[in-house]
């Protein structure tokens, strides 16, 4: 015979893992990257998590290049700057030129400032941590 109190906890459980089901693919759609990120020429791999940081205290940013092409983070593990895995997002729009997968920072800041990418605002901020594809 079965506790009583396992089964709020079973029910409770149930109810978490569906709401999850439900949540996963809007959040992987609308939250923070996945998969790959690229950080001063080398790729990381992250995972992206249910978390949503308040605008305040230090972040990195990650910039989403869209499509099928890994997004670029300003820092990484090992930089004096790197702020610990607390990510600002922000999305690219290719205005000038075809989508092209940057690889560093420096190569998105420029091609904003030559026009042919346009950076938008804070679209979230969240934890994650990145690890280095060896």
Not at 3 to 16: C, D, N, Q
Not at 20 to 46: C, K, N, V, W
Not at 84 to 103: C, D, H, L
Request: net charge negative; hydrophobic share 40%; glycine share 8%.
């Amino acid at each position: 015979m079965k506790s009583t109190r396992t089964r709020p906890l079973a029910t409770a459980l149930a109810f978490a893992l569906g709401l999850l089901a439900i949540a996963a693919p809007s959040f992987a759609g609308e939250g923070p990257p996945h998969g790959m990120i690229y950080a001063h020429d080398q790729i990381y791999r992250t995972v992206a998590t249910p978390t949503d940081l308040p605008d305040h205290g230090p972040f990195d940013t990650i910039y989403v290049l869209g499509g099928d092409l890994a997004s670029v983070s300003d820092a990484a593990p090992g930089d004096p700057e790197y702020n610990g895995g607390r990510w600002e997002v922000r999305m690219v729009t290719f205005v000038n030129i075809e989508p092209t997968q940057f690889t560093n920072a420096e190569q998105v800041l420029a091609a904003a400032q030559a026009g042919d990418i346009e950076i938008g605002d804070v679209v979230r901020r969240f934890v994650c941590t990145l690890n280095r594809v060896p």
